[in-house]
């Protein structure tokens, strides 16, 4: 198949913007969808990834992560996004992708990568119970936009 895992880069990101997108559909969510190119390149510094390329250089995967302090736990990487398009799934690229990122987070010393799944997505359940993950069914998200001024 000729898939090759690498960094994502700038050069990435308009590409890649619409991958987010499918992504955001895909999770019943497109709504909450706001980033843009120009939001990633000023971002930049902060943005992490890996991208699984065909032949054709053409993104059909890709995963994102962010280093994170857990009190409990202390340095760890938050995987944020971790899709492959539907047509290149059960091909092994989600596990190409998130290997990737296991090694990277082993590299840095970090001592545990957490991410979320959504309840309704068993076959990605399955896959990360069969990874060894823990799925803790207590915590839940809590988003507070910055997007308007707080006045707390």
């Known amino acids: 198949m ?3 895992i690498e960094n994502i880069v700038p050069a ?16 019943r969510l497109p709504e909450k969808m706001t980033n843009s190119v120009k939001k990633m390149y000023e971002d930049r ?5 890996f991208a699984a390329k065909d032949q054709d250089n053409r993104i059909v995967g890709y995963v994102t992560f962010f280093f994170a302090y857990y009190t409990w736990t202390g340095k760890s990487l938050y995987m944020d996004d971790l899709y492959v398009r539907p ?3 059960g091909k092994g690229i989600g596990s190409e992708l998130i290997g990737s990122v ?4 082993q590299k840095e010393k970090c001592r545990l990568l957490r991410w979320q799944v959504a309840d309704w997505n068993v076959p990605a359940i399955v896959f990360y119970k069969k990874l060894g ?20």
């Open 102 to 105: 296991i090694r990277f987070a």
């Open 45 to 49: 510094d902060f943005f992490h990834g």
């Open 2 to 4: 000729g898939i090759r």
């Open 12 to 27: 990435d990101f308009n590409e890649l913007i619409a991958l987010i997108r499918e992504f955001a559909s895909f999770e």
């Open 87 to 89: 047509e290149y799934r």
């Open 133 to 152: 993950a823990e799925i803790n069914r207590v915590d839940m998200n809590c988003d507070l936009s910055l997007s308007l001024p707080w006045e707390g």
